[in-house]
């Protein structure tokens, strides 16, 4: 008998805005920031294995098997929950490393989610997001799949909706160090806290941007170019470079103007993760 498979999204995310308050005793920021999610991003499969063991059948250029997010993950939920199961999981990567996407982050919370369901281990979401944390800043927003102000180093999370245009994500063909970013002596580490809620309107800027689009002209470029059709923000500490456009025709129309040397996708904002939308299909 062949074990049955689950194949799960694992979306990217954007930074709609991003604001830098200060800086912590363990070097980590205190940010700012709202999270919206893209119908967009990798598949992963897991068939469950009953000899405890965990692997990744795909491989990754330059991130060894047991360094990978996926991998992390699934021992740390394994670990903490005691489970004799083990998991064999594929996946179909087409987010960009390093890209600000959050790719590395959502497909560890893919896993988290889809762990819990296979191994049957009824945590909660407040558990998985905790330990989500211990893998990355990012992991949070993804286990909890709703769009967000997040506040701390990204752990505080409040849902909130805004619009879901079609973005037009330009993706320069540069990985960029997030650790590299946040140790740039000349990164604005100061923006006031906002206080008001829903967030107002002009409070779009990610202050890691002037940063990023020196260091990386590419970067640059792909700001530039797409700052000719509409509002053209980095997400994260980049490198992929994003706008939004009322419709996908008109998201499509600028995308067709792309070459070779600047590639792109276009995607619909969502405020309900995809992942989220395909689990709750399933119960
Ligand atoms: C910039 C964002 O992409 C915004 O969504 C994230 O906050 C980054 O999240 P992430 O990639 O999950 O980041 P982590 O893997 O936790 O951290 C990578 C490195 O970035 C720096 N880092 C990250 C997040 C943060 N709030 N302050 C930081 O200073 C730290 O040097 C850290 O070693
Ligand atoms: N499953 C994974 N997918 C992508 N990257 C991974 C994974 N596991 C480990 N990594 C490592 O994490 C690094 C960051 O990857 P990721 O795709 O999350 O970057 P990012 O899009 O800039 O994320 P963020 O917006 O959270 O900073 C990669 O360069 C890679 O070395």
Partial sequence: MTTPRLTLPSPAKLNLMLHILGRREDGYHELQTIFQFLDYGDEITFAVRDDGVIQLHTEFDGVPHDSNLIVR??????????????IDIWIEKILPMGGGIGGGSSNAATTLLGLNHLWQLGWDEDRLAALGLTLGADVPVFVRGHAAFAEGVGEKLTPVDPEEPWYLVLVPQVSV?????????????NSSPIKVRPVPKGNSRNDCLPVVARRYPDVRNALNLLGNFTEAKLTGTGSCVFGGFPSKAEADKVSALLTETLTGFVAKGSNVSMLHRKLQSLL
Avoid: W
């Fill in 177 to 189: 160090s997030t650790a590299e970013i946040f140790s740039d002596p000349l990164l604005t580490r």
């Fill in 73 to 86: 993950a699934a021992k740390k939920l394994q670990e903490q929950s005691g489970c004799s199961l083990g």
